[in-house]
């Protein structure tokens, strides 16, 4: 098997089934499985060893000053916290976590159970940009987010033009779902949960929400969730074309003659790539251009976003 590390990509892209699953873990725990799941390759059909460096994770998620010791212990809530995929059928995340078969990393098998949930995946998917959630504060705000984006891609992908997307959130519903504490009371449900990720997922993600109370009798029974793009909050360069663009631009400007790749996969017209004026060209044949006409540049770079945004193409960022 390969060893993986978490440079290959960037792209969490999980079966709905997942997302959906009852279960509970840390948030610095969800913030190691969704990079683990990020390092899953488009082309896997059986899972590597998934290696995760104990430094940059810190990095990543801005964590200081804890040793070695406490990320062994997230690790192991991989483990050690079940969740309930099917009704009455528990999973674990991982089957092994290993510290020493490379210094400074956390090597993970993630459990064979899950193969049909996270590899080769055609349908009922949602995919997101890893720095969604790896700056999120409230322990139970990465979980809402995956719940709120799964919701949000569902239905802008059926009505393209929408600004906004309103649905129902029975307490009762959020409490099994989360697995949110047996002491925690609707007021501290609406402080500790709601509120906290109605200010993480603003500050830090693609997607923001606001809600209503409906109480029956004097209880609050539902929350009316309306949700809402995010382009100020967001560091996902798949949340429009126009990020897209400037995350492309950027990432694959020219140095010292070296043009590389933007995707992994070769096409039929050649390896696409862009010149140092930022457009787009097929370095295979005439090395064509698109920039006879700005209809036509807006044609590919639409075509190109739909491609990697839907997971029918990779950008190259090994």
């Given amino acids: 098997m390969d060893i993986i590390d978490i440079e290959q990509n960037q792209i969490v892209k999980k079966s709905n089934n997942l997302i959906k699953a009852k279960g509970s873990l840390s948030s610095t725990s969800q913030k190691m499985l969704a990079m683990l799941i990020a390092m899953i390759r488009k082309d896997d059909t059986e899972f590597q ?13 801005g964590i200081t000053n804890k040793e070695t010791d406490f990320y062994l212990q997230k690790a192991l809530e991989l483990m050690r ?15 092994k976590v290993d510290i020493k078969s490379i210094e400074g990393y956390i ?11 996270l590899l080769q995946l055609k349908e009922n998917f949602t995919q997101y940009h890893l720095t969604n959630v790896l700056h999120l504060k409230g322990q139970y705000s990465p979980r809402l987010y995956e719940l709120f984006i799964m919701k949000w891609n569902e239905y802008s992908n059926y009505n393209k ?22 002491s925690y009371r ?84 050649g390896d696409l790539k862009v010149d140092i004026n930022g457009k787009l060209y ?29 997971g029918e193409l990779e950008l190259n960022l090994s």
């Fill in 186 to 269: 609707y007021h501290d449900i609406k402080r500790q949960v709601i509120e906290k990720a109605k200010e993480d997922l603003k500050k830090y993600t693609n997607i923001k929400f606001d809600y209503k109370e409906q109480k029956i009798g004097k209880k609050v029974d539902r929350l009316i969730i309306t949700l809402k793009s995010n382009n100020k909050g967001s560091n996902d360069y798949l949340n429009n074309k126009k990020a897209f663009i400037e995350f492309v631009r950027k990432s694959f400007k020219p140095t010292d003659n070296n043009f590389p790749n933007i995707l992994r996969e070769t096409t039929q017209y």
């Fill in 107 to 117: 090597v993970f098998d993630i459990h064979q159970d899950l193969k049909p949930y």
């Fill in 49 to 61: 060893k998934y290696a995760l460096h104990i430094d940059s994770y810190k990095k990543e998620v």
């Fill in 161 to 182: 033009n929408s600004k906004s997307y309103t649905f129902e959130l029975k307490i009762d519903e959020l409490r099994d779902i989360l697995k949110i504490k047996n």
């Fill in 282 to 310: 097929f370095s295979g044949g005439k090395n064509t251009l698109f920039d006879v006409d700005f209809k036509q540049a807006d044609t590919i770079w639409t075509w190109l976003y739909n491609q990697v945004k839907n």
């Fill in 81 to 95: 916290n079940p969740f309930e995929l099917k009704e009455g059928v528990w999973y674990n995340w991982c089957n």
